[in-house]
């Protein structure tokens, strides 16, 4: 071996275990940021919870050079023999029924595992598993899917230096690199009326523009066209999504998903590297930028905020109706048999009432929906102030 290692083999059962003979010097991956070891990152403030969590996660495993081979690995788990150029495998795990995928890195000489945590705890539902749980998660995976021995992770050495799936090094964690992250804060809101397509106009840091995706012909999803090979925001229906999917235990109605999806550079501004750094402090920090790019703690002008605008005015009462009825019929391209001046009069108390005929009638007003991040909650206030 390149770097001095030498391993010889011990024979036990059906299968042969390695032991180090040398000094094996791996990378601890958390400790080359001189901003971790230096800098104390903010307390948390959200609460612990099933609508905070993991939504996805791609981890990558290095393995023992030279030992291991990876193709044998990929085909017991894909249960068929890889061609020459073959790098990947999935697999539906037994219990859970959720997909995991696999694929070998040669340069690297390691396997990426991306599955979903989530179904590890609710396999039936759409509950978010708490961070703090990921790492066990990984480990329950890497035994069950290395455990015939074609492949072993760098980590599984005992004390005595024999490889084993059993025993692993003590910072084992440290060793597993993170290579995608998504962060994920469920919303819950009580007025029917609040849907993604009020954010047609909202556009996430860098983005060009704004996609609303339609699910049977009502907004669905607010998507940001951003590259998703570095991060990616979006906010969508759960409780739609979840119906669409057939999934047992639904959300509640009224839940809304925002989603962080982080890779490469996006990763290290959050400061995690490994799966030593998934916990609650740097997954928080990893939540409000992702919420700081996508924009959506501005306030979200109600649709209707205008009517109640003009009902708390100065106007008069019969005046509030003449002009709700001027407006309403202009929303609905409905021409009313009224003079000119009367028109004229009909404005004039409009704008005393702080109406604009220069934006949409929809998007004013003194109603505004305010999405709270600390309480995962999509709550209606008369100020748009936050």
């Excluded at 590890?120 to 899917?145: H, N, S």
């Excluded at 025993?167 to 469920?186: C, F, G, K, Y």
């Excluded at 060009?208 to 940001?224: K, L």
Aim: glycine share 6%; proline share 5%; aromatic share 8%.
């Amino acid at each position: 071996m390149q770097d001095g290692t030498s391993f010889s083999k011990i024979r036990q059962g059906s299968r042969s275990i390695m032991k180090n003979t040398g000094a094996v010097i791996r990378p601890v991956l958390s400790n080359r940021c001189s901003y971790c070891l230096t800098n104390v990152l903010p307390i948390p403030t959200i609460d612990v919870s099933h609508t905070f969590g993991v939504d996805r996660l791609a981890v990558e495993i290095p393995l023992i050079p030279n030992v291991s081979d990876p193709k044998l690995l990929l085909s017991s788990i894909k249960n068929t023999q890889l061609g020459r150029w073959g790098t990947k495998a999935t697999a539906v795990h037994p219990v859970t029924q959720s997909n995991i995928h696999f694929k070998f890195n040669k340069s690297r000489w390691s396997i990426t595992m991306e599955f979903n945590p989530s179904r590890f705890m609710d396999p039936d539902g759409t509950a978010l598993v708490p961070v703090e749980a990921v790492g066990r998660v990984v480990e329950l995976l890497i035994k069950e899917y290395f455990s015939d021995g074609e492949a072993l992770p760098a980590f599984a050495v005992t004390d005595e230096g024999v490889e084993s799936i059993e025993r692993w090094e003590a910072n084992w964690r440290t060793q597993i690199r993170v290579t995608r992250l998504d962060v994920t804060r469920d919303f819950i809101s009580n007025d029917s009326r609040f849907n993604v397509g009020l954010l047609s106009g909202r556009k996430a840091k860098y983005a060009r523009g704004v996609s609303i995706i339609h699910n049977e012909q009502s907004a669905a999803t607010w998507d940001s066209p951003r590259s998703k090979q570095s991060s990616h925001v979006k906010l969508y229906d759960k409780f739609k999504h979840a119906v669409k999917r057939g999934i047992k235990d639904l959300p509640q109605e009224g839940t809304f998903r925002f989603e962080y999806l982080m890779r490469n550079k996006h990763l290290k501004m959050a400061h995690i590297h490994s799966l030593e750094d998934l916990n609650r402090t740097k997954f928080e920090v990893a939540l409000r930028q992702g919420w700081d790019i996508s924009r959506l703690a501005s306030p979200i002008a109600h649709p209707q905020g205008w009517l109640n605008q003009i009902a708390d005015s100065s106007l008069l009462p019969n005046q509030k109706l003449e002009v709700i009825g001027y407006l309403q019929a202009t929303l609905a391209n409905i021409q009313i048999p009224v003079s000119p001046s009367k028109i004229k009069q009909i404005k004039t108390w409009a704008r005393k009432a702080g109406i604009s005929f220069r934006k949409p009638l929809t998007k004013q007003g003194n109603l505004y929906f305010h999405l709270d991040l600390e309480k995962g909650t999509i709550d209606l206030r008369n100020t748009p102030e936050v």
